[in-house]
């Protein structure tokens, strides 16, 4: 071996020692930033940091957000990490008048629910105060006066029974059509329990019944395309659809509608 390879093997000895010391010191810089890091995490969890700040509820309007908040037990001692989704969507949906909820994390200290309402598909006088009635027939408690004027008033129906069936046909009716409606009464007679009487906002009077009321009604708009504007009265929607003027009180006036052939009318129905 020549004296110049023994020279540069010497030279290169320095330069290996470096480079092995500079691996070896982003190898320790390496572990205590895991190290370090750990402690960060151990701390934001056991410290206020992860605890709850902000709670935001949205899609609610009949139901407040502190009620919600209620249900769903979350305080601001809650760590974030430590909620249970779907069990606080369970607690929440427990109230009648919630149709479905989901709950969202948001990080470092946000929980976000979101709630969306049975429909309200009417009112019901009770003293002083208007209760709304939800689709499935059901009336929900609330204090004070809560008639907005976006459903119709709903009256004489002391029968739960025949409630839940005006409820549920209101319920199938496009919005469009069950903001027409401004009142609904029920009429029973010896010979049909399911008859009503309906006020409409643009002045007409509606008699039929409860039976596929909503079948029939959808072509409401249908109906009184082919009458006079200016001549109100009663649209009847039961056996046959005819107009009875107010103005003629003797002239019954035909009307074509198409209904779906599969409807059935029963109007009989005790």
């Known amino acids: 071996?020549?004296?110049k390879n023994i020279v540069s093997i010497e030279d290169r000895i320095p330069k290996l020692k470096q480079a092995r010391k500079k691996k070896a010191n982003r190898r320790l810089i390496f572990y205590l930033s895991i190290f370090f890091s750990l402690i960060a995490v151990i701390v934001y969890l056991q410290s206020p940091l992860s605890h709850v700040k902000t709670i935001n509820v949205d899609g609610n309007s009949y139901i407040v957000d502190e009620e919600i908040i209620e249900y769903s037990n979350l305080t601001s001692g809650t760590n974030i990490w430590t909620i249970n989704q779907s069990e606080i969507e369970r607690l929440i949906s427990k109230d009648p008048i919630v149709e479905s909820v989901s709950v969202e994390r948001r990080l470092p200290w946000t929980v976000n629910i979101h709630v969306s309402e049975e429909q309200i598909v009417g009112y019901v006088q009770e003293g002083r105060n208007y209760s709304p009635v939800m689709g499935n027939g059901e009336i929900l408690k609330v204090s004070g006066d809560t008639y907005r004027g976006d459903a119709p008033l709903i009256n004489g129906f002391n029968d739960g029974e025949y409630l839940n069936r005006m409820a549920e046909e209101l319920k199938k009716l496009p919005g469009s059509i069950l903001n027409l409606i401004s009142e609904i009464y029920w009429e029973p007679t010896e010979d049909n329990n399911n008859n009503i009487q309906l006020y409409m906002n643009d002045?007409?009077?509606v008699k039929g019944t409860i039976r596929d009321f909503a079948e029939r009604m959808k072509v409401y708009p249908s109906i009184v395309s082919q009458l006079d504007s200016d001549d109100k009265g009663i649209i009847h929607i039961g056996v046959g659809v005819y107009f009875e003027s107010?103005?003629?009180?003797?002239?019954?006036?035909?009307i074509d509608v198409d209904f779906e052939e599969e409807v059935e009318i029963h109007d009989s129905d005790q």
């Open 246 to 254: 107010f103005n003629n009180e003797e002239e019954e006036t035909e």
């Open 1 to 3: 071996m020549s004296k």
């Open 203 to 205: 002045g007409y009077i």
